[in-house]
Nanobody
Framework: QVQLVESGGGLVQAGGSLRLSCAASGHIFSINTMRWYRQAPGKQREWVASITSGGNTNYGDSVKGRFTISRDNAKNTVYLQMNSLKPEDTAVYYC??????????????WGQGTLVTVSS
């Protein structure tokens, strides 16, 4: 099994920055694409950003130019640097990954989420 654990959420004022981390653990063979999603109160879960194992990145339109996704493959960790935060960025942020365990079984894995609150 593979698990994801997020950290780094909290309360920040509008215009501020936060850095989220998501570490994978367990019987990992490899991790392919890693993603961040978010879900605001009363809204559907929204894709935020993705990064492949080779470092190719993509971003949702609402965060493009403000957020940066990166990863450390040696640590099986993905990061989300969030700058110029807005109140509408308030949400629970979830990490997601395409992972293979040591038996080469595929898992789509989700973290438990970390809350980001941006005050105006």
């Amino acid at each position: 099994q593979v698990q994801l654990v997020e950290s780094g959420g909290g309360l920040v004022q509008a215009g501020g920055s936060l850095r989220l981390s998501c570490a994978a653990s367990g019987h990992i063979f490899s991790i392919n694409t890693m993603r961040w999603y978010r879900q605001a109160p009363g809204k559907q879960r929204e894709w935020v950003a993705s990064i492949t194992s080779g470092g190719n990145t993509n971003y949702g339109d609402s965060v493009k130019g403000r957020f940066t996704i990166s990863r450390d493959n040696a640590k099986n960790t993905v990061y989300l640097q969030m700058n110029s935060l807005k109140p509408e960025d308030t949400a629970v942020y979830y990490c997601n990954a395409d992972a293979f365990d040591r038996d080469r079984r595929y898992f789509e894995v989700w973290g438990q989420g970390t809350l980001v609150t941006v005050s105006s």
